[in-house]
């Protein structure tokens, strides 16, 4: 039972507690038989005596003051089996309601309104509150992994505030971006927002992924939709407070590098004869000793324990006219890097008002401030020498973090270039700060008592700043490009979309048997951002780290930039039921977009769907096994509009000077026929139900991408190397399934085990002209008709020669070579089924089980991605077979080759070459324990002893508790092709409380 089905019956309750004196007080929990999860706004009545009950609180508690002589008790809600208690003497009464397959109408979030799931056409998945409620992570979308089938969210970074990489249904495009549309409150945002946004004031979200539910979003819809929904108030007898808080630490998930310690490394340096290059001689034989009386390990001191905390108050309440919802929250969280963290402050305001039977209005406001300070390069996938991660693995162990003074070192004779990273990264800071506002006013007006119209306008407007001071004392502050004394660079940014959206909608039903519901909408949207930066150099004095400290401004004063775009929108809808079993619906709507010239400035997107609830036919009524037969299909189109404005013009730039004078100069060709890349989208679905125990769902799709971009080249004489334009195409197929199974189910103790899986195939079909395929040397992939994105193209190793050591590589016809030519590189890599290899993992999904017993819920959540390669980079670095040999090494090159015979994989010492190929190639799979959970619902007889408490709950929660993979470097959960210095991903343990006054 999804929590708005739970929330929307609590709004549709008063509170009738009414006293009674000489009666008697009942307290208790109302719990849901399938998964022992607590019902907010269940009724409780006192049988025969109209007035007299209450519902339940947000935790499934009530409390009840029963007249005298009252026998009886009726327990009930909407789609639930309504059950009687006899009271007989008892004050604490438990109940758990049973699934009313009969009466259910589970309601989903669809495009511009709801629908009874029944009556969903489309591809729709829900992921409730509870799903993602006290997960410890800053930007919610990092939890989404394995929630539900098809929704891939990739946490690539384990910074904190860093977001994840979300695809559905695969990767839908080259380069017009490949995340969904993020709908909050029916505003449009980027991911950006959501680490902002406090997941615990997220009632649900809906993943629309066929074109059936993706349709009305007409030219951005073909990488999904993600509608989320905040919290709103109910009507309760009084004001309901929540307090939710929490502690926890973080530590690094475990890397499966192997790092030499002191005595390893200096023996491989004498190996390499490096200790004679340095001029140390027998005369540095002391030196060497004393370097080995040290063995720092360099994991432990660019990386930290790192504490989190978390509070929030929420209050939720109101009448038949008026309800609301307010909380504020604040989030705390340091990095494992050292000099990394992450706050923010939140607050929502959800408002809804009656004014008459005809009229209401409201409005939902989400306010996001964030401040997050970054290691020097942010720990990102960078080669910089200045990033700490590097510096963990490279820095060698007989290397010491501190002087016996306590300072640190300036500088390290063995890192390249002479600094100290630990050093820099306490010198220099990187900061970011945001203010993120989404926010939405609405009307409705019932014409009719079958007519609506509804308004709305939305806003999301996003302010940030970034600041980035290289102090004179470091290394790269010494080295500034002028100067010498310094830098620093600060650049600020503002965007605002406005959105207004304006429905007609007509709902009836025709005698008993047909239903019809119409909707006829209007849209605009304005997007405008912009922002400047300016940078300075030469600073007198550590101490004052602000622009106007600077003593000379570097290059230009300032930069800055100004972009808009538009979208007009006009779309409508029709479905239609028979008999409850039949349903039907079709959607079209037409867009109008400023980023694309006249020639293909408006576009069509158009569904169609059907559903069957099968087992409401009479032939099925006498199968007492099957609860719910549901069959769906559903076809259509989407777009993706997703690129920078104006390329349809001949643009120019400015701001050179010429001699003196103000010139410009051409910015880009003139492409008067780009427009929106387009997906048609085919999909199957079939639920089944079966003996109230198990619950099961598999969807076929196919989506088709067509006109996707692409830069196409063009003649140097042209004045420009290339043109963007709608020539390519792809597809992505596959199968997704979803499996619930109640295992046990009694009084006081329920079993759940749940599943979901998805498999898909992505291809391309088209390039440019009669190319067929496109390599990149440099980024080691290759697009090519007939395979997936993200294919790798590197040169094969075929091992060391046993005869005389020397490294061996495969060319382009499979011959076997000691010259390395990455200019005839070698086939794609296949594995033994003859499957292309990628980095993009056609399997992937989720799984897990609950216990409950009683008020104690223990749960797991696994995540698994399969088939998916990654090219470790780090290792060119650790395993450079000498080249790198003053820094830190892998124990693996100690196993190098010695005498002729010797069977290994890394080759004589004296060649010192290093090349890249597929000795770095491996398996990105993994199986990951993401959530493991344990708490405990405190009985209402206890705290109905705790004046002015009606509800606590106690609970502890581990994030990324244990990963298993074959992955060698810092984490297999990885977008791209090339890691190289990721920052690590966290494993988080926190203990919470969660209070109800």
Known sequence: MKKTTLLFTLFLFATMQ????????????????????????????????VGVGTVTDFDGNYTLEVPAGSTTLVFSYVGLLTTEEVIGGRTV???????????????????????????????????????????????????????????MAISNNGSPGSEATITIRGIGSFSSGTAPLFIIDGVPVGQSSFSSLNPN??????????????????????????????????????????YRGSFGFGTNTTDQFTMMNTDQKIDYELALGLRDTLGLGLAGIDTVNRWKAVNTDWNEVFFQRAPMQSHEVSAAGGNEKTKFFVATSFYSQDGTLQRSDFQRWNGQFNFDHMVSDKLSFGNTLTLGWQKRNLSEAGGGNSASVQNPVFAAYLSNPYEQPYLPSGEKPEKYNTYPFGMNPYREITLNDYTYKALKIVSSLFGEYSITDKITFRSTLGLNFSNNLSHYYTSPKSYSGKNAARGGKGSISESFGTGTTLVNTNTLRYSNTFGKDHSIDVLLGHETEKVSSGGFSASGVIFSNDINRQLSNATEMDGDPSGSFARYSGLLSYFGTVAYGLKEKYYIDGSIRRDGSSKFGSNFRYANFWSVGASWAAQKEDFFKGISAIDNLMIRASAGTSGNSNIGTFQYAALYGSGVNYDGHAGSYPGGPENPDITWEQSFALNLGIELGLFKKVNTKIELYHKGSDGLFLVQPLSLTTGFSGVNKNIAAMYNRGVETTFDYTIIRTDDFVWNVNLNFAYNVNKITALYGDEDEISDVGSHSILKVGEPLLAFWIVDFAGVNPANGTPLWYDANGNITNAYDDEALSSIPESKNGRTLSAIAPFNGGFGTNFTYKGLILSSFFTFTQGNYIINNLRYFTESNGIFGSQNQDVAMLDYWRNPGDITEVQELTLQTNEFDTRMFEEGSFLRLRELSLSYQVPAEVTDRMKGITSMRIYTRGQNVWTYTKYKGFDPEFVGNIQLNQYPAIRVFTIGLDLTI
Do not use: C, H, W
């Not at 008697?24 to 022992?36: A, L, P, R």
């Not at 269940?42 to 049988?47: L, S, Y």
């Not at 992924?209 to 109910?234: P, Q």
């Open 18 to 49: 009414i006293f009674a004196q000489g009666g008697v007080t009942i307290t208790g929990t109302v719990t849901e038989e399938s998964n022992g999860e607590p019902i907010p706004g269940a009724t409780i009545q006192v049988k025969d005596l």
């Open 93 to 151: 009464i438990n109940v758990a309601l049973a699934e009313n397959v009969e009466e259910k109408e589970e309601v989903v979030i669809v495009a511009y309104g709801k629908k009874k799931q029944e009556a969903v056409t489309g591809a729709v998945s829900t992921i409730g509150a509870k799903q993602i409620a006290d997960v410890p992570v800053a930007s919610f979308d990092n939890i989404l992994q394995g929630k539900t089938a098809g929704l």
């Open 201 to 242: 004031n997220i009632e649900s979200m809906s993943v629309l992924k066929d074109a059936s539910a993706t349709a009305m979003y007409g030219s951005r819809g073909a990488n999904g939709v993600i509608l989320i929904t905040t919290k709103r108030g109910g009507i309760k007898e009084k004001t309901a407070i929540n």
